[in-house]
């Protein structure tokens, strides 16, 4: 009941924070909708550079989700509350960090689908590439989370800058897995070698980010 009580309070924090969540979900849809106008009509290779621009832009606007993730909480006392009463900061980073996943990561993942069907005219593509984008949402906010709580106190471009190498390893095997999905060979390999990241770091990354929290507050 506690976990659902936390989840329930992250939920409605981070609803009446419409800009947190519905902007990064508005920038994406720019992006993507204004992609396709910047190539000539006449041009063939539409679907060949979609796969780059859907994944570069989902690194950003998942960078821009977490902008001050937990600087709202570390200002009014929230951390300071949860050390208090010794209760479990790595819960609650991970149920932070699964809403924001829900609210704003799982959309995009949807829309990147949506979008791969109008680039590439394919449906198996584009349910390919579903579960991969899911996957890779969560991955990209944990490590900016991570990020972000390295730069609590100092502002988001530490943060960002000491992140952003961690990411491309996952754009490396994003990279294959576009070209496992265009020559439909080796898709499930890369698909379970991204999901074995997230299953390590899931976990992990919630105690090492609680970790760094409690150090700014000690």
Same mark, same amino acid.
């Given at each position: ?76 006392? &929230? +951390?300071? @509350?949860? %050390?208090?009463?010794?209760?479990? $900061? ?6 932070? *960090? !699964? ?63 000491? &992140? +952003?190498? @961690?990411? %491309?390893?996952?754009?490396?095997? $994003? ?6 999905? *265009? !020559? ?35």
């Amino acid at each position: 009941m506690n976990i659902l009580l936390l989840l329930k309070n992250e939920a409605l924090k981070l609803v009446k924070k419409t800009r947190a969540w519905l902007g990064p979900i508005l920038i994406f849809i720019l992006i993507m909708v204004a992609f396709p106008l910047t190539i000539e009509l006449t041009s063939n290779n539409l679907s060949d550079a979609f796969y780059p621009v859907l994944f570069i832009s989902i690194l950003l606007v998942m960078m821009l989700a977490t902008e001050g993730i937990f600087l709202e909480d570390y200002e009014d006392g &929230t +951390l300071e @509350l949860f %050390l208090i009463s010794k209760k479990s $900061l790595s819960q609650w980073v991970f149920l932070k *960090i !699964f809403m924001h996943w829900l609210l704003i990561g799982v959309p995009i993942s949807l829309l990147g689908a949506f979008f791969n069907l109008g680039a590439n005219n394919d449906l198996s593509s584009s349910l390919m590439i579903f579960p991969a984008l899911l996957i890779a949402t969560y991955i990209f906010l944990i490590l900016f989370c991570f990020g972000n709580s390295l730069s609590l106190t100092k502002g988001s471009a530490l943060g960002t800058l000491i &992140t +952003l190498p @961690l990411t %491309l390893p996952i754009l490396v095997i $994003l990279g294959k897995l576009n070209t496992a999905i *265009i !020559f439909n060979i080796n898709y499930f390999e890369f698909l379970i070698l991204i999901f074995g990241v997230l299953s390590i770091i899931i976990f992990a990354f919630p105690a090492i980010i609680s970790r760094i929290i409690k150090t700014h507050l000690e």
